[in-house]
């Protein structure tokens, strides 16, 4: 069949070739490539979403984060003691006694 | 990629080829593989001045006269002759095209020294955006100044630094701004930092970094001053309190102590909160503090600051060190600290040994985020380092696993931070994907070396053991038998292929060769 954009030179004529189209009595020249509808909204982003770039350099960033890990007090250690993965179960004989979330 | 070697094949090539996403720069300076500057004028007969720098947009080279009193400043330009007749690449060059005239152009001499004043020759800061130069004129240095209120013993006097301020395009000296009695290391631009439009001067002497801005109209204007005071109006609020508190503070300047500085203060307090945060038990944290804090606290009062530069408009990075520390070449016997300091809202955000693994982590992954390159400039952006290009990070973990004690490399890799703004040539000739070449007799740093009596070669990278070009520095007919010492310099234009190398001998006149395309 021919291109999809009719005419225009292309890298490979034979590209989209294949597209063949579900119900055989389509008109070939109203092909599209079937397209995505979401089913769910569980991805849609909050209404209030402004996306814009970080103003500090992954540099700086750096420099705050490991300096804020540092100033973070930590927990006291009578803390360590209370069981904080209750939920976890323990593993088998030949598992390791590392936890992590 | 580049399919094909051949010039005419690669032009080609490109009508139709899509480089891959951010790194059309990367492709396109695969030309630069072809194009080298592999013909070269000896000896050329130029004028006496000392010549200092392409500026990296490649319009202006900067050059000063050899009294160190003015500035000259020349357009490249490229020389043009026609050959009449067939075969003309075998043509050698007609005489009239072998002069430094037909190269460059001179614009303007500009006097910026007077009297017992000098011009630092090692020293120029060029701000692309408005083509303007920064240039530093000095009186003599003296060491043995009378010790005033404020300045640090040890460290040398200047009587009169001056920063001159000039509109490259025709020499007009836009402002100036003068230190007096005080000490701005003027070496290789390493006292000063250019970001953008913001300046800051690292005042040696007072330990005070001012922050200047450049603007539009040309004007130097005063942002801050940050020592003794960290805000702009920290002075004013205590000269108000001051006559409250006037019985307190004239008890303690006859008691011969006073107040610490503000960045020392504000320093102090982030070691204090980084310590007590260290320890979690309430019971221990006294003894934790006494250990590592008060023990050490007379060494962190007497750090003084020594090199600063812009990580963003924002924050600076200062190294602090002991006072005898700056001048001292092995780094084991006087440690030294790096902080980075927030302007706006004066706190310090992280401090670092100079032996910090955590920080040689960063200065590893982020080392082109530690030059600051500004937005502004596009060819910068590209020069090799070892973060952004395989063969750099390879030739650094090679010293790395060769270094013995891994404390010692990283306390040597940190003796290049704080960075010095503007110290790499921009020339693709010393990309490292594109080009090897010996490190040691020439690198993008523009800095005086030994000569060496063979040429330099660069070896194409893509292409194994196949030599694009070479640079002879020396004279054509070879050096010497008494062989003295010879320095040389390489001046790249940022994209031309276009180098001058110059050779200077003691007692013998200063040798400058051309190397270009033909």
Not at chain 2, 149 to 158: C, K, N, Q, R
């Amino acid at each position: 069949m021919g291109s999809l954009l009719g005419d225009w030179p292309s890298y490979d004529p034979h590209n989209f070739s294949q597209l063949r189209p579900a119900d055989p009595s389509a008109q070939p020249s109203k092909l599209t490539p079937v397209t995505y509808h979401p089913t769910h909204n569980r991805t849609l982003p909050p209404p209030d979403q402004v996306i814009s770039t970080e103003a500090r350099n992954i540099l700086v960033r750096q420099f705050y984060q490991k300096s804020e890990e540092k100033l973070r007090p930590k927990r006291a250690a009578s803390d360590h003691l209370t069981p904080d993965h209750g939920y976890k179960q323990p593993k088998g004989a030949f598992g390791d006694g590392s936890s992590s979330n | 990629m580049f399919r094909s070697n051949n010039l005419a094949a690669r032009v080609f090539e490109r009508q139709i080829l899509t480089p891959r996403p951010g790194a059309s720069v990367n492709l396109v300076r695969h030309f630069y593989e072809n194009l080298v500057p592999s013909c070269t004028i000896y000896d050329i007969d130029c004028p006496d001045h000392s010549f200092r720098k392409f500026t990296d947009d490649g319009q202006y080279l900067v050059s000063f006269s050899r009294n160190h009193q003015d500035l000259i400043v020349y357009r490249p330009t490229w020389l043009s002759f026609s050959c009449k007749g067939e075969d003309c690449d075998s043509h050698s060059l007609p005489q009239k095209a072998k002069r430094f005239d037909s190269f460059f152009t001179q614009l303007y001499c500009v006097s910026l020294a007077s009297s017992n004043e000098f011009i630092c020759k090692d020293f120029f800061l060029y701000m692309e955006t408005h083509q303007f130069g920064l240039f530093a004129t000095s009186t003599p240095q003296s060491h043995d100044a009378p010790t005033t209120e404020g300045a640090i013993e040890g460290v040398p006097s200047i009587e009169k630094i001056t920063f001159y301020l000039v509109r490259l395009e025709d020499g007009v000296i836009l402002d100036e701004k003068a230190f007096c009695n005080d000490f701005v290391n003027l070496a290789q631009s390493m006292g000063v930092f250019l970001y953008e439009d913001l300046l800051c001067i690292m005042s040696l002497r007072y330990q005070t970094i001012h922050i200047l801005q450049i603007w539009d109209s040309g004007y130097l204007v005063d942002v801050r001053n940050i020592g003794i005071f960290c805000r702009e109006d920290d002075e004013l609020f205590i000269n108000s309190h001051a006559q409250v508190a006037n019985g307190v503070l004239q008890h303690q300047v006859t008691q011969g102590t006073s107040f610490l500085s503000g960045i020392k203060q504000r320093l102090l307090s982030f070691i204090f909160c980084k310590i007590w945060n260290e320890e979690a038990d309430p019971t221990l944290r006294v003894q934790h503090l006494k250990k590592k804090f008060y023990f050490h606290f007379q060494d962190y009062v007497d750090l003084i600051m020594w090199k600063v530069q812009f990580l963003d408009r924002h924050h600076l990075l200062i190294k602090f060190g002991s006072v005898d520390g700056g001048v001292a070449r092995s780094t084991d016997q006087h440690p030294a600290f790096f902080a980075v300091y927030n302007m706006e809202t004066t706190e310090i955000v992280a401090f670092y040994q100079n032996s910090s693994e955590e920080l040689y982590s960063l200065f590893e992954q982020f080392y082109d985020h530690f030059h600051a390159n500004s937005r502004n400039s596009l060819h910068t952006s590209f020069i090799s380092s070892h973060s952004n290009n395989m063969h750099a990070l390879d030739q650094l973990w090679c010293i790395k696993n060769k270094a013995n004690n891994i404390s010692q490399f990283v306390k040597k890799m940190m003796t290049s931070l704080p960075c010095t703004c503007q110290s790499q040539s921009p020339s693709p000739y010393f990309d490292l994907s594109l080009f090897r070449y010996d490190e040691k007799l020439i690198s993008a740093a523009v800095r005086h070396r030994h000569s060496s009596e063979h040429p330099i070669k660069f070896i194409s990278r893509r292409q194994p053991n196949m030599l694009k070009f070479k640079i002879k520095p020396g004279p054509e007919a070879g050096g010497s038998d008494g062989r003295p010492k010879r320095i040389s310099s390489f001046l790249f234009h940022p994209y031309l292929p276009f180098a001058l190398s110059i050779q200077q001998t003691y007692m013998q006149p200063t040798v400058v060769n051309i190397h270009f395309r033909r």
